[in-house]
């Protein structure tokens, strides 16, 4: 059951996303990602028979909690994985390639050209020691191989394509001289210079403030429309996912729970998870004076409980939870969950 | 009653200019605020970085000396107050800060970081401070034994739970939250948010709630104060201000925060331009570069914060001068 693909997402209330329907762009097939002891004792389960399926022009959330695995998802994606992890199964067909098996180097053509990379902190991803010029130009010369003053010429009109006012005289400054929106920018800019089919931004705008964020989250907007880009947002914001996103994915303890469009998910959420998460968001307009708190914590991921990971916190376990790991079942509307009440409510709807 | 007022507090810093430093230039980072804490109720404090937010929150605690202006407390004006009677207040106030992770000594086991204010403050043996350790880490939800282990020891939730406990160590009247759930994740939010209310509600304490994630401010407070470049623009009952903000910059704020619901309709307004520095304010109102209705007395006069229906509200729109435009 949890080996069959999903089906495209066709339903989808998001006219941005019609244009991407047809081949998936990337797709990924029970993949497993785990981080082993140097002795070889310890085995933490990070990312744990994922499947998922990313169209081109789509934008794909995927929402957790710290230790949920949506990081090591992304590092496994464009293999820059720490030296302690270890891919165990599964493919990662990008374009019609599986990158599990290609070799370090030519990651290095895929790396930044086909998938690039947004990071947190954008004082972290940025060379203090580098101007700005030097590093958007970078990328393009490498991959390109173009000649200075081309790729120069290139990282001004990136700056101006991400909104930095008067390039000119920013490409000759510092990563200290810029703000952290501006900052963020650049490295947006970077992201987009090799024109990638597929940008993975890990929490982008965490450190950025509200109306800085939202100024950036159109910029993404409108890049991803004038180039085509897929997106893969990493975030534990359910806000970014309502405001951005088309599918969602929420994992939890190493393992996608429930996939599909957001609305459908935000509209009715299947796994109690999901329903406990949405639940836990204070909203602008409620009135309620107490959240619904999900009791307790995730579990370790090194020794993961038997059956259900979510189990020990589930509003609505039962016996089977304990005992047995349910599958992901595919439901209509190109969904899929990962509970057991699944199995009695929707059978119908079980593929 | 008013646990607490502030009445045209100003906090200034000295700022070295250039390499050198040879010119010295003011960052007015707190610049002639007033508001009030009501007892037992919350006042959440919203607005982006250098707004003055956590100047405000370090005045109140003491930890900053004001440049101007005064801060009440039970109706006492601090500057009046002798070593011992600033003693008291140090003990009445008390802070959660927003990361557990840093707050908490990792040396220390949990029954010292709670019991610290304590003995510090308070000549109790150290059965009776053994008592109320346990009865603190009750009240926070947390199992008796975690007073012997270590801070490593528990998760990001449960640290902040070990923060309040210690907070709440001296039975305080007002406790300032700075950011206390942002580095929390989502699902243990709701549980600390919850915790705080409750806490609220069984000890008559009042809050002073610093947040950039607006809907928790909405949710947990009475009053809101939203800050911008130092200057209060908009103050009022929390309900009423979220529902209907009347301040451009209160309207854009509000906009701009994610949606709870993907099918949620908003007119989203974007502004343009950055935060200006604070060392160099704007003129007049110093939200007029980036306001979408500014006008020609905005960056001429300063507005002051003057009755709108229920709140105030520092805007010439609001004002009978800016209505006549």
Known sequence: MSNSTLSSVSSNPRPRAVAAAGQPLLEINNFSTHYVSAQGTRVVRAVDDVTLRVNAGETVGIVGESGSGKSTLALSILRVLPTAARIVSGQLWFEGEDLVRKSDAEMQDVRGKRIAMILQDPMASLNPLFTIGNQVAEPIRVHEGADRSTAWRRARDLLKAVRIPSPETRVRQFPHEMSGGMRQRIVGAIGISCEPRLLIADEPTTSLDLTIQAQYLNLLRELQREHGLALIFITHNLGIVAKMCDKLVVMYAGRVVESGPVSQIFNTPTHPYTKALLNAIPRMSDRRQRLTAIEGQPPDLAALPRGCAFAARCPEVFDRCRKETPPEFNLDGGRTTRCWLTTAATQSGAA | ?325
């Open chain 2, 1 to 325: 009653m008013n646990v607490l007022e502030a009445d045209g507090l100003t906090k200034h810093f000295s700022a070295r200019r250039g390499l050198l430093g040879g010119s010295r230039g003011v960052v007015r980072a707190v610049d002639d605020i007033s508001f009030a804490i009501e007892n037992g109720r919350t006042l959440g404090v919203v607005g982006e970085s250098g707004c003055g937010k956590t100047t405000t929150a370090k005045l109140v605690l003491g930890l900053e000396e004001p440049t101007g202006g005064s801060i009440r407390f039970q109706g006492k004006d601090l500057r009046s107050l002798d070593p011992l009677g600033r003693k008291q207040y140090r003990k009445s106030v008390q802070a959660v800060f927003q990361d557990p992770y840093a707050s908490l000594s990792p040396r220390m086991r949990i029954s010292d970081i709670i019991s610290e204010p304590l003995t510090t403050n308070e000549t109790v043996t150290s059965a009776d401070a053994r008592k109320r350790v346990l009865k603190l880490l009750d009240l926070v939800g947390l199992p008796a034994r975690s007073a012997d282990l270590f801070p490593h020891e528990f998760s990001g939730g449960q640290r902040q739970r070990i923060a309040i406990a210690r907070a709440l160590a001296l039975s305080p009247k007002l406790v300032v939250l700075d950011e206390p759930v942002s580095a929390l994740d989502v699902s243990i939010r709701a549980q600390i948010l919850n915790l705080l209310r409750d806490l609220q509600e069984e000890m008559g304490l009042s809050y002073l709630f610093i947040a950039h994630d607006l809907a928790a401010v909405a949710h947990m407070s009475h009053a809101i104060v939203v800050m911008y470049l130092g200057k209060i623009v908009e103050m009022g009952d929390a309900q009423s201000l979220v529902r209907a903000p009347k301040h451009p910059y209160t309207a854009a704020l509000f906009s701009a925060a994610l949606p709870s619901h993907p099918d949620e309709q908003r007119d989203e307004i974007v502004l343009s331009g950055e935060v200006p520095s604070p060392l160099n304010p704007p003129s007049g109102c110093r939200f007029h570069p980036r306001c979408p209705s500014a006008m020609t007395i905005c960056s001429q006069r300063e507005p002051e914060l003057l009755n709108a229906d229920d709140r105030l509200v520092a805007c010439h729109l609001f004002s009978a001068g800016g209505n006549a435009n």
